[in-house]
């Protein structure tokens, strides 16, 4: 279990540059170590003198930036850390979708290469100026209209520290690794009445396979929340894992490589020269396929042994900063 003031220190040094790190967690820990007995010598049970000096030290983002002298100018001191944290929500959730659906848009509409990665980059550029501008916009009225940091919800405490468990499943890994197999399921259902006047797979599948896809989706969203629930990575975790992927991966595989995976009428209305379309995407996509399935069963079986093994494991945020495992 990882303490409390190891919790404030991984937490204040991911915001520390690299070259800083070792000499701020030793001035840090010293800092809070000396506190701490100066509390515990007043008579502060070991608990409650931990707590007390890190409220008094504060939000562990505010003291990286003071202890790499990094100025906070572009929306102020009080409510840049939490525009800060809305920034990489919005950047690393919202903005790869639209990207994605963008993407996949196109592909329906003109699967040429140059299209594609045109309309990729202006979906990722466009998206992402609008993502930061009206972010920043908000903040900045928001600063300049006297709301605190603590308008905005309730002032730091150490129970707003990232636990640092690499073990678990965090709620915000389950609500990622829920929204995937939502969406691909939708985007299986409206390929066949929304995209356009041909569907892009091949629409005898459903009478079995594309249910079964459907139905293995659901079970791998099981599959999350019982690992949310259970709380660790294990080899009983891993083989399940290992099982969700044979099942959907064998399929597919199977289906592209006998040519049955992609609607016949759609690929006739792809022009692409002479080219045989398939003779790109069917490799194309068991590669992507294989090499997702290995690497989804490998991230999981290490993932497993490194916690079995009490091995340290990287702390997110930090850089790579270690902890250990369970």
Known sequence: MISLIDRYVFTALRRVPQAQRAD???????????????????GQPRDAATESTLLELGDPDRLADAYADRPQYLIGPELFPVWRRLAI??????LPIVVVVAVVVQLFENPAIGPVIGTAADAFFTTGAHLAFWSTLVFAVLERTGVARSDLGHPWTVADLPKYQPSLLTAGQLAVNLLWPVLLIVALVLQQFAFGPVPVLNPDNWSFWWPYFIAVLVLEGVYFVWVHRRGAWTHTVTLVNAALAVLSTVPLVWLLATHQFFNPAFVDRLDWGSTDPLTWLTPAAILVAVVTAVWDVVDMAVRAERVRRGLPAKAPGTGGYPVRAG
């Open 89 to 94: 929500v919005l950047f690393s959730t919202v």
């Open 24 to 42: 701020i967690d030793r001035e840090l820990r010293a800092a809070i170590d000396d506190a701490v007995e100066a509390r515990l010598a007043g």
